[in-house]
């Protein structure tokens, strides 16, 4: 098979990017549980922010290294006379990297149509709640933030029955943390990144608790009572939804799956918290970054990194 310059590039591309997520993504799986472990040292939002940023790295640190070494090193070195054949080891990696991208977007366009399609169903009414703008529904169950750039608060016509006015009150606060933190978009970028080693997953559900979790810090604000009238609308608003699982990108006030006894059990004791032992994560990530711009602009560096591509090449 002898593809053009650009048939060449984009197969190279594909290939480079699967390699590149291959290693990269065993190596996050590889660290995964220690890392998870290691968040319960760390504060609910600072451990949510590292989850989030392992999860996402293998796949943003495999599109850098393709756009920023990969590309430039090609157009600039890769002559476009030549007429090379591509071998088997490279037409396979660029399939796998080609379906594991579509799969991520095929799986990230389905969430936003549930999204869309559950908010049209939900429907309901716009109002004021507590001064909050929100959306009375009936279909609905509890209390969920629905949407990515402009999310709805939706209230099921059973939780404002249900819920006292400081329960409710608590439970908007939540809500608006997670608005706040854009935890809806965050859902979005792990479901377009895409992933190989099931060590994702555990990075993703552990994210999701310390989610819940710092929007309960934030709700709460360390006040031992309104802690305890957060336990109990959990409690309540369990009931009403009975395991009613949300589509992806829909935040709801109880996941279906979550331990709803150690996070009720979190907020009645009201332990201190203490300080994180993990250095911030976008230090190393800035580091990362500049490591690659620094090689993506040095002609030797990218010599090197053409003749790589040359023998994935071959």
């Known amino acids: 098979m002898i593809p053009s310059y650009l048939g060449r590039l984009l197969l190279l591309s594909s290939a480079s990017f699967f390699l590149v997520q291959l290693i990269a993504g065993a190596l996050i799986a590889l660290i995964a549980p220690t890392a998870v472990r290691r968040t319960g040292t760390m504060r609910p939002q600072r451990a949510a922010g590292f989850l989030l940023t392992l999860r996402l790295l293998p796949a943003a640190f495999s599109a850098l290294v393709v756009v920023a070494l990969c590309v430039p090193s090609y157009l600039r070195f890769e002559p476009r006379v030549a007429e090379e054949e591509v071998g088997l080891a490279c037409l396979a990696a660029a399939i796998f990297g080609a379906v594991l991208c579509a799969a991520a977007i095929s799986r990230t366009l389905g ?8 908010i049209r169903q939900c429907g309901g009414r716009e109002s004021c709640v507590n001064g909050e703008r929100v959306w009375i529904v009936k279909q609905s169950a509890g209390l969920a933030l629905a949407g990515i750039l402009n999310p709805r608060l939706l209230i099921s016509e059973a939780a404002i029955r249900e819920l006292s006015r400081d329960q409710l009150s608590v439970a908007l606060r939540h809500e608006n943390a997670h608005r706040a933190s854009r935890d809806n978009l965050k859902r979005l970028l792990m ?8 060590g994702s997953r555990l990075l993703e559900q552990a994210w999701t ?3 819940e979790w710092s929007a309960d810090d934030q709700a709460t604000a360390g006040d031992a009572n309104q802690s305890a009238i957060l336990a109990e609308a959990l409690i309540r608003v369990a009931r009403l939804q009975m395991g009613t699982r949300m589509p992806p990108l829909v935040a709801s006030l109880v996941e279906a799956d979550e331990d709803l006894s150690r996070r009720v059990d979190r907020l009645l004791e009201a332990a201190p918290v203490r300080e994180p032992k993990i250095p911030p994560a976008p230090i190393a ?13 040095n002609p030797s560096s990218l010599r090197v990194v053409h003749t790589l591509l040359e023998r994935l090449l071959d």
């Not at 990530?285 to 602009?297: D, E, K, T």
């Open 285 to 297: 990530l800035l580091g990362l970054a500049a490591l690659i711009l620094y090689v993506s602009i």
């Open 191 to 198: 479901l377009l990144a895409p992933s190989i080693f099931p």
């Open 111 to 118: 969430a936003l149509i549930r999204c869309s399609f559950y």
């Open 209 to 211: 608790k310390c989610a």
